[in-house]
């Protein structure tokens, strides 16, 4: 009997905590639904940005833009959402796009509107949270993802003078002698099929290991970069949807597991590819060493004159542009600038080389040129920086949009009242398609565009955002132009260019957008061209 009793009384427990269980769920349940439902309502119907027209997923919840961000769809929001919408689209529930003059002169230009919280994905420094909830990101010369402009006004005035294109183009003959390599090897290769954007990407790293550190990776004599260029694409599609969740980069710093838990559960994980060979480490390796030589001033002196040697001088006459910064800048050159140059150049060679008419007349000018791969000459051929120009306008280096924060005194633009804290910014793709500043044809490659006396050209490269905006413009941009324009006329100089592109929707754009999957072939030219000097 006391079994039975002590049998019931604990069914009767199990029965009565089963219940407590139930009741809580259904009550959590429930109240979440409501929440969420109030939220909505009021996001859509009441929040200050719910006359902004967009799509009304997007005015919700940041899930409907990260998800459109994880497909690599960003293009297609760019070229699209303004052509629905108009000028003014709402794309988050606190985020709203612009494509037009007065949006960017108000965003980019003096308006004291600061970079947003997106970029807290893309900081080579986790952040951390001060007790006042307080997001601080160490000073390590982070030119990207810093937010604080005072700090990054003073780091961009100290590597003004070495990143200047008139320091630069002392190390011409670095590239110069990369470029003989790569045409000799492209020239093996007898025409052949070749994945375009990886042979860019090989050129690129090649050029710049050669330039910063008078190395060279290897990639030109192996036909490969090690799967580096695919890898590191993989990574922006990771950080082009942390970045509209500002808080999930933060949360990563502090556990590793919920990192990944959230990268999993919006399918952002990714595997190194095949044969995988990362520079990097090498880079990192032989900047260190002589760094810690040049520092600790035992050595005679170092013989090589590239930019490394440049930013050592810097640091040494320098103080301020202190050692962490000396260290930072040196990879710099390598992460800012391997798929950047990648990206425009693979736009500028996919766009010539499918444009047969195009090509014919770059060649031309290229061809009758006197020594034109020589950065002085090659800016003076204006068709030829005409079809680079219209590349990167048409394709251009980053898909979504370059994001700031309205300050504290709000924003009243096309009819609409935005509020401070605001994130608002201009997708480099929808701006570089309004035809009042490119024309009627702006959707289409046209290089004459920039050759146009009845189109204001200089409207054309203000309101351009291929090298950045305003006060944010890329700090390698001269380095960037010198490295681009020197491959661009050595390639065309040597070979016919015939490219095969697939559609646009077997190519991801991320934040980072480049054209993937595109096929070259490089064809020697087939009659020598005579030396123009006489």
Known sequence: MHDLA??????????????????????????????????????????????????????????????????????????????????????????????????????????????????????????????????????????????????????????????????????????????????????????????????????????????????????????????????????????????????????????????????????????????????????????????????????PGDPRQDLLADLINLNKRKPVFKETYLRRMTMTNFGAGHETMTSALTSVMAMIGSHGQVQKKVAEEIRSAEDPVKFDNSVRLSYTQACIKEAQRLHPVIGMSLPRKVSSGGMHLHGHYIPPGTTVGCNPVALHRNKDIFGPDAAVFNPDRWLNPELDTKAMERFNLTWGGGARTCPGRHLGELIVYKVVLALLKEFDVEVNIPPEEDMPIYFMAMLSGVRARFLPRKQPVEDPTP
């Open 6 to 299: 002590r049998f019931s009384l604990l069914n009767l427990t199990v029965s009565f905590a089963f219940r407590i269980s139930l009741w809580f769920i259904i009550t959590t349940l429930l109240f979440l639904v409501f929440w969420w439902m109030a939220v909505s309502f009021y996001r859509l119907f009441l929040h200050p940005l719910s006359d902004v027209p967009g799509p009304k997923l997007a005015a919700i919840s940041n899930v409907w833009y990260a998800n459109k961000a994880r497909q690599g769809r960003c293009r297609e929001l760019g070229k699209t959402l303004h052509e629905r919408y108009g000028p003014i689209v709402r794309v988050g529930p606190k985020e709203v796009w612009f494509n037009t003059k007065e949006a960017f002169k108000m965003i980019y230009s003096g308006g004291g509107y600061e970079k947003s919280d997106f970029y807290l994905a893309t900081a080579l420094h986790r952040p951390r949270v001060n007790w006042r909830l307080q997001v601080q990101s160490p000073d390590t010369l982070d030119l990207l993802s810093e937010r604080d402009m005072k700090r990054y006004r003073l780091q961009r005035r100290l590597i003004g003078t070495t990143y200047h294109i008139s320091n630069l183009k002392k190390h011409e003959h670095a590239i110069d002698a990369v470029l003989k390599r790569a045409v000799a090897q492209l020239r093996t290769l007898n025409g052949a099929e070749v994945d375009l954007k990886q042979w860019m990407h090989i050129i690129v790293v090649e050029c710049l290991g050669a330039v910063v550190l008078s190395w060279s990776p290897g990639y030109i004599k192996d036909k490969s970069d090690g799967g580096t260029g695919m890898h590191a694409y993989l990574g922006w599609r990771l950080k082009s949807v942390y970045g509209l969740f500002p808080w999930a980069p933060v949360m990563g710093t502090y556990s590793k597991t919920l990192g990944r838990a959230f990268s999993k559960l919006w399918g952002l994980t990714y595997s190194t590819p095949k044969g995988f060979k990362t520079f990097f480490t090498t880079v990192y390796q032989k900047s260190s060493k002589r760094i810690n030589v040049a520092l600790k001033g035992k050595s």
